[in-house]
């Protein structure tokens, strides 16, 4: 038997993982610090790390040949790289006035203001060794953004751990499926503010079920610094106030007395606003100021729209509605598993034929466990709606943004990506595990099912490495390859 930790041996994120866990279990059942999940997060930060050597650092990037270079490079890399310089050169925040200088001048600036210090160190080694001082700082920030990554999968393991009622293995698969998803690493080897937003939407997250379980005046404070805190680095982070909502509600259903539920239902959610107001609120102030719109969507929409597809563009050339829904749903499940570079660079037709017939999989696995009384859902049911919640937020939003712009990459669902990867887990284990109604969830995968899984994964991240690896890697350093 195991001994429990003392208290001063716990982190901050090991003491919110034992209080939301189910009462039966012991403290000693989950390690500070399992050694399986550090060599998860060290295979993310290798496939992320090379992702941002390989892409292209410039039109002069002599790794890659001419035709290639802009190719291959990290979408919207040019814009975030531009608002940080922007910030250091002025000492203030970006308007967003012209969408062909800085289109991600509507963006929050919690990421960019981060993201100072590894471009200044990245300059001051890039001119110690004689490069490029702007390719130095973009490579620093590459590696800044792959570093929060490593956050983002921490955290995906934690609510694993949550949703799975402390089953190590199942949190373990969902901690991987975040880190091997070849289009997630390689989004997080560039310049993107991505990363920020899913750490802190996923943190969000844990501590709404922990609202949802036993409300408090506490827990409702740091649900709302948590949405003040992904409110400025994405608005689109303002479903987790609709998410914060539904679980105060929830964690006041013990509550007999309506009115006194409801004055508690008031108060835990006034604290939440009052603690997000208090973090993000002016920005929304300065926003309002400048565009009439606290979150600067109106300004985005008419500026982003000059020059670019939309959907009325489509129907102009005589797609169907129906046919636009198509091509969107193609380009999702393609960009799902990885359309890299400029969203035009594609893997082989057998990757992405391997990447669906997973998904195909999982979505029979969360059938499967739904109708054969699987308690995948029952034994975290709560928390589970929570997270459903979430995901299917963010689906909307991206199905919205879509009929506003033609913008078909499936990264923009990553906001989800703790839900989304603990769900593929809930289908693949119920593909392969039956188990009787009733019975605490505590079953492992069998191990067919853990080995076929990791090899999935590993196959598909191998390959998209290789596809995306440069002409000539051992070229040089890139920021001296010019």
């Known amino acids: ?238 479903f987790l106030f609709f998410v914060a909502a539904i679980a105060v509600i929830l964690g006041t259903r013990s509550i007999q007395d309506e009115k006194l539920r409801l004055k508690r239902i008031l108060r835990q959610y006034g604290l939440v606003l009052a603690a997000s107001v208090l973090l993000c609120g002016w920005w929304w102030i300065r926003n309002q100021i400048l565009y009439g719109d606290p979150l600067a969507h109106r300004v985005f929409v008419e500026l982003f729209s000059i020059n670019r597809a939309t959907p009325e563009l489509f129907l102009e050339y005589g797609i169907s509605g129906a046919g636009y829904l198509m091509m969107l749903l193609w380009g999702t499940a393609l960009s799902f598993w990885g359309v890299f570079g400029q969203a035009i660079v594609y893997m082989p037709p057998w990757f992405y034929l391997l990447g669906w017939l997973f998904s195909l999989a999982v979505l029979v696995g969360l059938v499967r466990s739904r109708w054969t009384a699987t308690t995948i859902w029952s034994q975290a049911a709560l928390s589970w709606l929570l997270v459903v919640v979430a995901a299917a937020f963010v689906l909307a939003f991206y199905l919205r943004f879509n009929m506003i712009f033609y913008q078909v990459q499936a990264r923009y669902l990553f906001t989800a990506i703790g839900p989304f990867s603990c769900l593929f887990v809930a289908g693949w284990i119920g593909l392969w595990v039956r188990k009787a109604a009733g019975q605490a969830y505590d079953a492992e995968p069998l191990l067919a099912a853990k080995v076929l899984w990791w090899a999935l994964l590993g196959v598909l991240a191998l390959v998209a490495l290789w596809h995306l690896r440069p002409t000539s890697v051992m070229l040089g350093l890139p920021f001296l390859s010019m």
């Not at 040949?65 to 531009?82: I, M, N, Q, T, V």
């Open 1 to 238: 038997m195991g001994q429990s930790q003392p208290s001063e041996a716990r982190g901050p994120l090991e003491w919110t993982l034992v209080s939301l866990r189910s009462p039966e279990m012991n403290r000693s059942d989950m390690p500070a610090r399992p050694a399986a999940l550090w060599f998860v997060i060290a295979t993310y930060l290798i496939c992320a790390g090379l992702a941002a050597w390989y892409m292209p650092t410039s039109e002069e990037d002599q790794r890659w040949p001419p035709e290639r270079r802009a190719r291959y490079s990290p979408p919207d890399e040019g814009a975030h790289l531009g608002y940080v310089q922007y910030l250091i050169e002025h000492r203030a925040l970006p308007i967003f006035d012209d969408p062909d200088v800085n289109y991600e001048a509507h963006q929050p600036p919690l990421y960019y203001v981060l993201c100072i210090p590894p471009y200044l160190l990245g300059t001051a080694l890039a001119r110690i060794w004689g490069g490029s001082h702007i390719i130095g700082g973009l490579l620093a920030m590459r590696f800044w953004s792959m570093l929060i990554g490593a956050g983002v999968i921490w955290s995906v393991h934690a609510l694993g751990m949550l949703l799975f009622r402390g089953n190590r293995t199942a949190a373990l698969m969902a901690a991987g499926f975040a880190a091997l998803l070849p289009m997630h690493f390689v989004n997080l080897g560039g310049v993107t503010n991505d990363g920020l937003a899913e750490l802190a939407v996923t943190v969000c997250l844990i501590w709404a079920c922990k609202l949802a379980a036993t409300s408090s005046d506490r827990t409702s404070l740091i649900v709302g610094l948590l949405i003040g805190a992904a409110m400025l680095v994405k608005s689109n982070s303002a």
